[in-house]
């Protein structure tokens, strides 16, 4: 018994050098070729940093397109809205002016008669009088009918309230005028008349200085719209010719102040 253990001893050994049946790693001979934990083929390292050079090449090539891009588009979106809204109000604009001359012309026509009443009976540089050739209630008609003519206000620039307003208080001046001639008719003659017909007189003027400066707003508003020059002036009486760019004729004196404090 004692001679066969080494022969066991022996197998054992060359037992231990096999690889087992379920795949497992033997010593020896029979050791796996699998690298070490942590361990890359050249060929798989290699693969790798390919790839890594493909994916900063993309990035690349993305961040020179977006910046590029941003580059060439200078648009700032409230920038845009405000040139939008600017051109809007130029348009706007345009129309506004081109109403206003429209209604201008219009009433300009309908005054002429006022006019030509009043100058009947205060002329300018002559002495008035009371004459029943005229009818003070067909001048109030034409005043309310120009007055009418510019229908609501709209919301339009500084320079076109300046425009409209003062062809309005003209209007309405032009209307006092009247009114202040109706008082005379009815006072009875003497200091009080001649007052209340210097007064209409005084009046007319005022309304045709306060239209001619007006007129001369609307007619640079004419020119900035690029339509030239549109002059529509009226005269204190027929006929006359007055300073399209302004001229006035009426100078304000004391006596329109006397009596009035500040």
């Known amino acids: 018994m004692q001679a066969q253990r080494p022969a066991n001893v022996a197998n054992r050994r060359d037992e231990s050098r096999r690889p087992s049946a379920r795949g497992g790693r033997g010593t020896g001979a029979g050791r796996s070729s699998s690298p070490a934990p942590g361990q890359q083929t050249p060929p798989r390292r290699r693969g790798f940093w390919i790839a ?46 081109g109403q206003l001359t429209e209604q201008t012309t219009a009433a300009h026509a309908g005054l002429l008669s006022v006019i030509e009443g009043l100058h009947t009976v205060v002329p300018t540089g002559e002495p008035a009088v009371v004459s029943p050739s005229v009818d003070p209630a067909a001048w109030h008609t034409a005043v309310g009918a120009a007055i009418g003519t510019y229908g609501d206000a ?109």
């Open 52 to 97: 890594v050079a493909a994916v900063l090449a993309a990035a690349n090539i993305v961040l020179a397109t977006l910046v590029l891009t941003s580059g060439d588009d200078d648009s700032d979106p409230v920038a845009d809205r405000v040139a939008e809204l600017e051109a809007q109000e130029a348009d706007r604009q345009l129309e506004l002016v």
């Open 154 to 262: 709209p919301s339009g620039s500084t320079e076109f309230n300046t425009a409209r307003n003062g062809l309005l208080l003209a209007i309405d001046l032009l209307g006092s005028a009247a009114t202040a001639y109706e008082a005379a008719v009815v006072a009875p003659a003497g200091p009080q008349q001649e007052e209340l017909l210097e007064l209409a007189g005084r009046l007319r003027d005022q309304a045709v200085a306060a239209w001619s400066v007006a007129a001369t707003q609307l007619d640079v508003l004419n020119i900035d719209a690029g339509n030239g020059h549109v002059h529509i002036t009226l005269p204190s009486r027929p006929g006359e010719e007055v300073d399209p760019h302004g001229g006035v004729g009426f100078e304000p004196s004391q006596e329109d102040h006397a009596g009035h404090t500040e």
